[in-house]
């Protein structure tokens, strides 16, 4: 059982550039989410979903899409990534709002 | 990867040692609270988890406690071991707002 998996998990851009982090989990949670992680601050919600087709702002929407076509996937996409983007990213997954959020195991971006 | 727990708090205890981590939650409405720990360059994992109609948990070598007169939540952990040095982050969801909002943790370094 492989949980919540992203990829990929190191990547660096050139400011500018676009790009996707594929996130999936096979434990047919109904809720996905990505956050993002700074150093000395709280995990942030950038989007999340609350089921397939759906998908939903968070706390830092802006410079981010995301979309969630198939149940079990997730994709967070950079359409013009900024250095202020540089971040570790998380994706995770719940079967509702009231429980446990799970989480994947991080993909660090860095935009020079 | 990238270190998280950068300007965190830090708690040293020796090996074999009681941990006391102590959480400050923001909403007197919140309903729902996770302790997660942290290894550097790894996603958040689950350790425990309280509803507000609880005032304590107990799980392996792990106690989370919760207080809503002041809006605190304790994470202790029994008989401290190496593997236990983490980061470890407390977070809380807003019933209004049906989202889980997440401190910024406190780093446990254990003492061989």
């Known amino acids: 059982n492989a949980g919540v998996t992203q990829t990929p998990k190191f990547r660096v851009l050139k400011t500018g550039q676009s790009m996707t982090l594929l996130c999936a989990q096979d434990m047919n949670h109904e809720y996905m989410y990505w956050y993002r992680q700074d150093p000395g601050m709280g995990l942030r919600l950038i989007h999340y979903s609350v089921g397939e087709g759906t998908t939903a702002k968070g706390e830092v929407p802006d410079g981010y899409n995301v979309s969630r076509l198939k149940k079990q996937n997730f994709l967070l996409g950079l359409e013009s990534a900024a250095p202020s983007q540089t971040s570790v990213y998380f994706c995770a997954s719940s079967w509702g709002s009231g429980n446990t959020i799970y989480f994947g195991e991080g993909s660090w971006l860095t935009v020079v | 990867g990238e270190s998280v727990g950068l300007h965190l708090p830090t708690l040293s205890v020796q090996e074999g040692d009681n941990s006391i981590i102590n959480c400050a939650y923001s909403?007197?409405?919140?309903?729902?609270f996770i302790w997660y720990k942290q290894e550097s360059g790894k996603g958040p994992q689950f350790i425990i988890d309280i509803r507000s109609n609880m005032d304590k948990r107990q799980g392996q070598r792990v106690t989370v406690l919760l207080n809503k007169t002041v809006k605190h939540l304790s994470l202790q952990i029994a008989a401290t071991q190496p593997g236990d040095s983490a980061v470890y982050f407390c977070?809380?969801?807003?019933?209004?707002?049906?989202?889980?909002?997440f401190g910024s943790g406190t780093k446990l370094n254990v003492k061989p």
């Open positions: 977070a809380e969801k807003s019933p209004n707002f049906n989202k889980f909002y």
């Open positions: 909403n007197s409405a919140s309903d729902y």
